[in-house]
C-alpha cells in the first residue's frame, strides 16, 4: 500500500527535473529565531539549496575562530524553521528547514548549510534566481616591478587597524599581495580579514594608485610571509598598471 504522506511529497516529473542543482551566486540573508544572518546562495533546486554563511558574527557570544560553534548556534536558532530571504529585484521569501548541519567550507572558511524549501520555487522565481555563472576566462596576472612597489591597505574599522600587504601580481579586478610585518597568526589573520568586502586602497608611498573595496578569496598561511589573493571593486585604474612588468600579455 502506498503511503498517501509519502506520495504528496514525491515531486512531479517535472519537479523532479527541477531538482537538478545549479550553480548560483545569490546574496541571502536567513531569518530564524532573533537572528538575521547574511549567507549567499551557492547552489539551488527547485525545492533546495547550499548556502554559505558570510558573516558567522551574526551569531552573538560564538567564538570567530570556532566554525563548528558557529554551526552549532546556527542550529539552535533554526531548529523551529527559518525564512530564506533572496536579495534579488523583486525580493523573494520563502520558509525553510535546515537539514544538513556543516556541509562543508566555502572558499572564505565559513560554514556551508543545506536547506530544503518549504514550497518548490515558481517559475518566474527559477527564472530570476537560476542563473549559472557564466564560464569567463581567468584574468592573467600580471607581476608587479620590483623597482615601483605598491601597498593594499585593508583599512575598515572592523579589522582594528590597517592590514598592509605588499603588491605582488594584480589583474583588472584582483589583487595578490603578501602580508607585511603581521605578529598575528596566520589563522587569526585570515579570520581578521574575514570574506566580507573590506574597504581599501592602494598607494605607492604617499601616492594613492585607488581606492574601493577588497575581498578575501583565497589565504595561504602555510607560506612565510603569509599570500592572499582578492577580488576589488572598482576595477583597477592605469596607474597601478603603468607599475607592471612590460614583458608580461595584458590581462
Known amino acids: ?107 572564505d572558511g565559513t560554514p556551508v548549510l543545506g536547506l530544503r524549501l518549504a514550497r518548490p520555487l515558481a517559475d518566474d522565481e527559477w527564472a530570476r534566481l537560476a542563473i549559472a555563472p557564466s564560464a569567463a576566462t581567468p584574468e592573467r596576472l600580471r607581476p608587479v616591478r620590483r623597482d615601483a612597489p605598491m601597498e593594499l591597505a585593508l583599512v575598515d574599522a572592523a579589522l582594528g587597524g590597517p592590514v598592509r600587504l605588499a603588491v605582488i601580481a594584480v589583474a583588472p579586478t584582483t589583487v595578490v599581495g603578501a602580508f607585511l610585518a603581521s605578529a598575528v597568526a596566520p589563522a587569526a589573520l585570515r579570520d581578521r580579514c574575514g570574506g566580507a568586502p573590506r574597504s581599501a586602497r592602494i598607494d605607492a608611498g604617499r601616492e594613492i594608485l585607488w581606492i574601493g573595496s577588497a575581498t578575501l578569496r583565497q589565504f595561504h598561511g602555510g607560506v612565510v610571509p603569509p599570500t592572499a589573493r582578492l577580488d576589488v571593486v572598482p576595477r583597477l585604474p592605469s596607474a597601478v598598471f603603468a607599475r607592471l612588468d612590460p614583458r608580461t600579455p595584458g590581462a
Open 1 to 107: 500500500m502506498t503511503d498517501d504522506r509519502e506520495s504528496s511529497e514525491r515531486p512531479a516529473g517535472s519537479e523532479r527535473r527541477g531538482g537538478r542543482r545549479q550553480r548560483v551566486d545569490v546574496p541571502v540573508v536567513l531569518h530564524g529565531g532573533r537572528l538575521a544572518v547574511p549567507a549567499r546562495a551557492l547552489d539551488l533546486s527547485r525545492q533546495g539549496m547550499a548556502v554559505g554563511v558570510t558573516d558567522p558574527t551574526a551569531l552573538v557570544g560564538a567564538d570567530p575562530h570556532d566554525p563548528a560553534a558557529g554551526v552549532r548556534g546556527l542550529q539552535r536558532a533554526f531548529v523551529g524553521g527559518l525564512v530564506v530571504q533572496f536579495r534579488v529585484a523583486q525580493e523573494i521569501r520563502i520558509p525553510a528547514r535546515l537539514v544538513r548541519f556543516g556541509t562543508g567550507v566555502s572558499s
